[in-house]
T-cell receptor
Framework: GQQVKQSSPSLTVQEGGISILNCDYENDMFDYFAWYKKYPDNSPTLLISVRSNVDKREDGRLTVFLNKSGKHFSLHITASQPEDTAVYLCAAGIASSSFSKLVFGQGTSLSVVP | EAAVTQSPRSKVAVTGGKVTLSCHQTNNHDYMYWYRQDTGHGLRLIHYSYVADSTEKGDIPDGYKASRPSQENFSLILELASLSQTAVYFC???????????FGPGTRLLVL
């Protein structure tokens, strides 16, 4: 089954608005949560990540919120810009494991329009 | 920043043929991963390795083999390519004790 799920395949946001991307997971053992950004025909790059010992992390216009009891985490992008248009992949894993691997969601395609 | 390269960048293969995708990283990372990307599925893990000469099965290993002959190199082998293996394949590496994975540019594989 899908351990990490992004229920919205696409999202359109007005320039200057807040983009909210959501991700749900199933595995209670996950302790590392990340968002990757991917432009068409490019490779994914890490945007921001958190460990399970915090429930929020900010980095400029980006904020990750983690709700462990709800098995949910989200990415908020404030003051959205056209260059934020991309596919956003959430990922989760067990960082403390020697056999560490990430499970990715299906991706949400964000379009920021003028 | 980590440098991960992949070759070839694109390939057309025939059904039943053998395909080898190569990945090379220059940052002494212990972990290397092979993913495939399909529309609607995001990235799915095929095989990974945390040390040279050892590989582990990921979430979708059927139809694929992997080889890690050295710390720098990690290959993905399709012994008998099938139409369903048409996809974009990404290699990634990660340093021990660090969470970030660094991805290569991807290989676009078309099986006809």
């Amino acid at each position: 089954g899908q351990q990490v799920k992004q229920s919205s395949p696409s999202l359109t946001v007005q320039e200057g608005g807040i983009s909210i991307l959501n991700c749900d997971y199933e595995n209670d053992m996950f302790d590392y949560f990340a968002w990757y950004k991917k432009y068409p025909d490019n490779s994914p790059t890490l945007l921001i990540s958190v460990r399970s010992n915090v429930d929020k992390r900010e980095d400029g216009r980006l904020t990750v919120f983690l709700n462990k009891s709800g098995k949910h985490f989200s990415l908020h992008i404030t003051a959205s810009q056209p260059e934020d248009t991309a596919v956003y992949l959430c990922a989760a894993g067990i960082a403390s494991s020697s056999f560490s691997k990430l499970v990715f969601g299906q991706g949400t395609s964000l379009s920021v329009v003028p | 920043e980590a440098a991960v390269t992949q070759s070839p960048r694109s390939k057309v293969a025939v059904t039943g043929g053998k395909v080898t995708l190569s990945c090379h990283q220059t940052n002494n990372h212990d972990y290397m991963y092979w993913y495939r990307q399909d529309t609607g599925h995001g990235l799915r893990l095929i095989h990974y390795s945390y040390v040279a000469d050892s590989t582990e099965k990921g979430d979708i290993p059927d139809g694929y083999k992997a080889s890690r002959p050295s710390q720098e190199n990690f290959s993905l082998i399709l012994e008998l390519a099938s139409l369903s293996q048409t996809a974009v394949y990404f290699c990634a590496s990660r340093d021990r004790g660090v969470d970030t994975q660094y991805f290569g540019p991807g290989t676009r594989l078309l099986v006809l």
